[in-house]
């Protein structure tokens, strides 16, 4: 079988035997993971890391010695704990010092195609949650995890630090459990992301003082911990969330002076996460940029590691054919396409219905006020020139004159038609199943 491996900042790819499953663990097949920062550190050498990295996963259970687990789709706790200790027996097996941590310490990680876990690490996905919304559970566990560690009060005002994937989930995890949310970041277009879902956002260029009781820090950066102290309020609170690595100078007048609470903060429980999940209250589909083939591991690193960038994804049954190649542009650049052409559609209908009181719906496709600058049906036509646009509103002022139903448009073969469709509206990766047979059935057109 395939697997990823990391040495010296180097992503290859190695053939490696299956991996045996010792007792109490579950093989499993990886069916979709993703790049996490922590990833990238380890490429850039932290830790050591030499091997398989990978901790955000979701598969399929091949082999397991509870029957009922067996071709179930899991995600999977990354800590690897002893079960007996002080630790383990409070269910704070996160902290066993015995642990071992999948893909990141002494336990190769997900980015390969088959993987064990201790059965008791695995939780089964809900059927509704989507596999690449669900790769999304262990990073959103970890967001819950805050509001394990502090009961933050409903009404209390909250800042969230930070606009990388980690800082958008601490932002819409707090806002989906009903608290005043306030979300700070550098990017523009990473805020459009919380804003949607009702987050009042701004940007670091000017962060307010001693404004908030709980602020959390997400920003990766050593400048983050100082800007967070500065936004607490006098005996607030303030939660460490993103690892940096080296040493932070920390100025601890302010700490001490204003009686300032820190709170470190790492992974969570699972089950939060996937309740969020199949609610639907937090949206992680905007998040994810691109989709690569694990033989691809070295350009997903790359792709990964670009400014601006946030999910990648690795999904094994993912084939780089032409029709992939083509869906790997961002998702989010073509959604915002997909709104920008419907606004124009509609747009032009008002104009057209002023001057020729055609009652049909804007959509509809029975009116042909003019088949070329309906850019909804080519995408590629990015703005019709204004001969293309008066000459469509005089034919359809004579069609309308004859009969409406009548097209001047020319008419495509079935094949061409459905060929159209499909590159308006191009299939989820989700079709990528694992069975052959019927990826092959799904896959047919494609030949
Ligand atoms: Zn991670
Ligand atoms: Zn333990």
Redesign the pocket.
Same mark, same amino acid.
């Given at each position: 079988m395939k697997a990823v491996h990391l040495e010296d900042g180097r992503v290859t790819i190695r053939n490696v035997a299956r991996p045996k499953r010792p007792a109490g663990f579950a093989l499993i097949r990886m069916l979709a993971a993703?790049i996490?920062?922590?990833?990238l550190e380890l490429q850039r050498g932290y830790y050591g890391f030499r091997g398989t990295p990978g901790? $955000?996963f979701v598969g399929e259970v091949v082999e397991a010695d509870t029957p009922t687990l067996v071709g179930k789709r899991v995600v999977g706790e990354?800590n690897l704990n002893c079960g007996a200790c002080e630790w383990c027996v409070r269910g704070l097996g996160r902290h066993c010092p015995k642990r071992t941590v999948l893909g990141i310490v002494k336990h190769p990680g997900a980015f390969r195609e088959f993987l064990t876990l201790p059965e008791r690490n695995l939780h089964i996905v809900p059927a509704s949650v989507r596999t690449e919304h669900a790769v999304f559970t $262990?990073?959103l566990a970890?967001a819950c995890e805050i509001l394990d560690q502090v009961k933050i009060p409903k009404d209390a005002p909250v800042a969230v630090l930070g606009d990388g994937k980690l800082g958008l989930l601490i932002a819409q995890v707090l806002h989906a459990h009903g608290r005043r949310v306030q979300h700070f970041g550098r990017h523009r277009s990473k805020l459009s992301i919380t804003k949607a879902a009702g987050i009042e956002t701004s940007l670091t260029s000017r962060l307010p003082r001693k404004a908030f009781d709980y602020v959390v820090e997400a920003t990766g950066s050593p400048d983050g911990f100082k800007d967070a102290v500065s936004m607490t309020r006098q005996r607030g609170t303030v939660i460490l969330k993103s690892t940096v690595h080296g040493l932070v100078t920390l100025d601890t007048a302010p700490v001490i002076v204003d009686e300032i609470t820190l709170i470190g903060s790492r992974c969570g429980r699972f089950e939060p996460a996937l309740r969020l999940l199949r609610s639907g209250r937090v949206r992680v589909d905007a998040m994810i940029f691109d989709a690569f083939p694990l033989d691809a591991a070295p350009q997903a690193f790359a792709r990964a590691a670009e400014k601006g960038v946030l999910k990648v994804l690795l999904r094994p049954y993912l084939r780089l054919n032409a029709a992939n190649r083509r869906r790997r542009s961002p998702l989010l650049r073509r959604r915002k396409e997909r709104i920008h052409t419907h606004k124009r559609d509609r747009e032009q209908h008002s104009r057209h219905r002023r001057r020729t009181d055609c009652s049909k719906d804007h959509s509809s496709r029975s009116c042909k006020r003019d088949s070329r600058s309906r850019s909804s049906r080519d995408s590629r036509s990015r703005r019709p020139s204004r001969h293309t646009r008066t000459r469509g509103h005089s034919s359809h002022a004579r069609i309308r004159r004859t009969r409406h139903t009548h097209s001047h448009a020319p008419r495509h073969s079935i094949r061409e038609r459905r060929r159209r469709t499909r590159a308006r509206h191009p299939r989820k990766p989700e079709l990528h199943h694992p069975n052959k047979r019927v990826r092959r059935r799904r896959n047919r057109h494609r030949r």
């Open positions: 993703g996490c920062n922590t990833d901790h $955000e990354i $262990e990073p970890a």
